[in-house]
């Protein structure tokens, strides 16, 4: 303990007998304490405490009029709870009842009469060199909570300026698609009439289907952005109900049919009861599109998707399934990636923001997709949601369902 500490320590000295009074200031002046104070009336105790405000209490047990328990529980409600205030009890009292009632009024420490000097001046100092620790360790506590306070309101200020810039971002990118697509729309009719000025030329037919699928790419891909940033900025937005997996899968088999379709490529009849899942309808169908879709751009004319269900442990994993098109490890490292979609090639060229805005989706609601290859070739998407709990109206719905795949099924292609 510092010396200047020692000098700066009060101690309040109460015992109703002078000698012991004179004996224990003798003590403190040889040990370098400057600043005490003596009590023989014990009665006068608690105004003293009060003025006086010492670091260390000096209490005889043994007193007329107001003994030393009496003046530990008025001291104990006097200080707050907050504060450390060393006792040394000093007694002729060595029975065991007297150290236990000390020790529960609030005493820290007990010196016996008569007092040995060299022992009375280490305890006096232990007790102060823990209250002065404990002082530090309030400091310090004080001092943490003014720089977390301090941290907090610089948080909250960067929260509120993020939501502000959050919310712009997205009125930015609203903003952004509706003018795209305004110039687009004025572009693409312009387009259309100059293809109409062509008639029935060989070569308008070609230039007709370039025109429909370049449209149909960039506002698919102006869609497939703004929803990805609308997940980033705002997807606890996002409604999150029971949902039968089934039944998105059906939407999404007839949304893909005409794009599968073009391609030759044949779709498999969803499977049975995939179960109820948390999900937003809308959303689970257009994950579920995009990688079908996916699937099919890998697929060469003849191909079959196969759509199967793979039981786990904790929920049906709905498979999916292209028969041709392999992946290199890179690119499979990349496939969810928003900035890779130029460089996974397909037959039917890349594949665009699809498989982002799936895997975004499916996070979203607490599922997964992954990507691997098949042997001997074809890629493999392994779809996961998180189960919900299924009430009897919607295991009804989904055993409805799983009848008609299975009708579907057994019909003739």
């Known amino acids: 303990m510092p010396l200047e500490f020692v000098q700066s320590s009060r101690i309040l000295i109460v015992d109703d007998q002078e000698p012991n009074v004179l004996l224990i200031k003798r003590i403190l002046e040889r040990h370098g304490y400057r600043q005490f104070r003596t009590i023989t009336d014990s009665t006068t105790v608690i105004e003293e405490f009060k003025t006086f405000q010492p670091d ?20 104990r409600e006097c200080i707050r709870g907050d504060v450390y205030l060393p006792i040394l009890v000093i007694t002729a009292d060595v029975s065991r009842t007297a150290k236990q009632k000390a020790l529960a009024l609030g005493a820290k420490d007990f010196l016996t009469k008569p007092i040995d000097a060299t022992e009375a001046a280490l305890r006096i100092y232990n007790l102060l060199e823990t209250r002065w620790l404990y002082r530090r360790i309030q400091l310090h506590n004080a001092h943490l909570e003014q720089i977390v306070a301090s941290r907090t309101r610089d948080l909250t200020e960067a929260h509120r300026r993020l939501s502000i810039l959050d919310e712009a971002k997205n009125d930015f990118l609203r903003l952004i698609s509706h003018e795209f697509r305004t110039p687009l729309n004025g572009l693409l009719g312009t387009s259309e009439l100059i293809l109409d000025e062509l008639g029935s030329k060989p070569e308008s037919g070609e230039l007709r289907e370039m025109l429909r699928l ?7 891909i102006l869609d497939d952005a703004l929803l990805l940033s609308q997940i980033e900025v705002e997807g606890q937005k996002f409604a999150c109900e029971p949902v039968s997996l089934s039944e998105a899968l059906i939407q999404a088999l007839e949304e893909a049919a005409e794009f599968a379709d073009s391609r030759q490529v044949l779709l498999q009849p969803a499977p049975m009861e995939l179960g109820i899942v948390l999900g937003n309808i809308n959303l689970l169908v257009k994950a579920l599109r995009a990688l079908i879709e996916a699937a099919v751009k890998f697929s060469k004319p003849g191909d ?25 490890d890179s690119a499979i490292a990349k496939f969810f990636d928003v900035f890779s979609l130029s460089e996974v090639s397909t037959p039917a060229g890349n594949l665009g923001l699809g498989p982002s805005v799936a895997n975004r989706i499916l996070a979203l609601f607490g599922g997964w997709v992954t990507v691997t290859n098949r042997d001997p070739s074809g890629i493999r998407l392994a779809v996961s949601c998180r189960p919900a709990e299924q009430s009897p109206e919607m295991i009804e719905a989904e055993t409805l369902l799983g009848l008609q795949c299975e009708d579907l099924r057994k019909r003739p292609s």
């Open 56 to 75: 260390l209490l000096l209490l005889d047990l043994m007193m007329p009029k107001v003994d030393g328990y009496s003046v530990l529980t008025q001291v």
């Open 304 to 328: 079959t998707i196969k759509l199967m269900r793979e039981n786990t442990n904790d929920s049906p994993t709905l498979i999916i399934c292209s028969q041709s098109g392999w992946l290199p």
């Open 214 to 220: 370049s449209r149909c790419r960039i506002l698919s």
